[in-house]
């Protein structure tokens, strides 16, 4: 019978997750769980527009043509409201993710797409982008800023490098149909 990764890789898995990203899980906890919460500090609404701002910048005309094309099974409304649903719940607010999509399954879920480190690349760039341009206004703006970029910069890797984790009984989608591009 297969078994899933032993607690032997995943160690090993988050030491390299670590190494790629500069940020220890430890260091992700505490930007994703020192109170108040992000979802909280940020606020939905500006966690929303975040997610709004990412997705224009995502299907832009000057976007690498190899990264948008990850996306064209996906609308930027649906992928936004997809996106924030997730960070809002991930970031301690209400579980809406969760009510509207199920489990989180991040590896899952992107396991039908080829994302390797120059999609990750773009990823980040755009959303440091999304985060400055939203991110604003207040006295801590840069301390939530900041925090952000952790958790994005943390997972991105985790998503990455975690691709070889995937059972592939838990692929969510065809990875068939989305392979190729970045
Ligand atoms: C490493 C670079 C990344 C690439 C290239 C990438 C690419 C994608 C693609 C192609 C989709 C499918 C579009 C859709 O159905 O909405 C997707 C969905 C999603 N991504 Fe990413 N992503 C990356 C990183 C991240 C990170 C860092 C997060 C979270 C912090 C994230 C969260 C999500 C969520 C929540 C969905 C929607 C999943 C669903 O509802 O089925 N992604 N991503």
């Given at each position: 019978m297969a078994t899933g990764p032993s607690y032997i890789q995943y160690t090993a898995f988050y030491a390299e997750v670590e190494a790629a990203s500069g940020i220890s899980r430890a260091a992700r906890d505490v930007a994703v769980g020192t109170p108040p919460s992000l979802a909280t500090a940020v606020g939905v609404p500006t966690l929303r527009a975040l997610s709004t701002a990412f997705y224009t910048r995502v299907f832009a005309a000057d976007t690498p043509p190899a990264f948008r094309g990850l996306?064209?099974?996906?609308?930027a409304t649906e992928a936004a409201a997809r996106q924030s649903d997730y960070l809002i719940e991930a970031l301690g607010g209400p579980p809406v993710f969760t009510a509207s999509r199920g489990a989180a399954a991040l590896l899952g879920r992107h396991a039908p797409y080829a994302v390797g480190e120059a999609g990750a690349a773009v990823w980040l760039r755009l959303m440091a982008d999304a985060v400055a341009e939203v991110v604003v206004g207040g006295e801590d703006a840069a301390a939530l800023a900041s925090r952000l970029m952790v958790f994005f910069r943390w997972t991105a890797w985790y998503i990455v490098l975690g691709r070889g984790l995937v059972n592939p009984c838990r692929v969510v989608g065809y990875r068939a149909k989305h392979d190729g591009g970045a």
């Amino acid at each position: 019978m297969a078994t899933g990764p032993s607690y032997i890789q995943y160690t090993a898995f988050y030491a390299e997750v670590e190494a790629a990203s500069g940020i220890s899980r430890a260091a992700r906890d505490v930007a994703v769980g020192t109170p108040p919460s992000l979802a909280t500090a940020v606020g939905v609404p500006t966690l929303r527009a975040l997610s709004t701002a990412f997705y224009t910048r995502v299907f832009a005309a000057d976007t690498p043509p190899a990264f948008r094309g990850l996306f064209a099974n996906v609308t930027a409304t649906e992928a936004a409201a997809r996106q924030s649903d997730y960070l809002i719940e991930a970031l301690g607010g209400p579980p809406v993710f969760t009510a509207s999509r199920g489990a989180a399954a991040l590896l899952g879920r992107h396991a039908p797409y080829a994302v390797g480190e120059a999609g990750a690349a773009v990823w980040l760039r755009l959303m440091a982008d999304a985060v400055a341009e939203v991110v604003v206004g207040g006295e801590d703006a840069a301390a939530l800023a900041s925090r952000l970029m952790v958790f994005f910069r943390w997972t991105a890797w985790y998503i990455v490098l975690g691709r070889g984790l995937v059972n592939p009984c838990r692929v969510v989608g065809y990875r068939a149909k989305h392979d190729g591009g970045a």
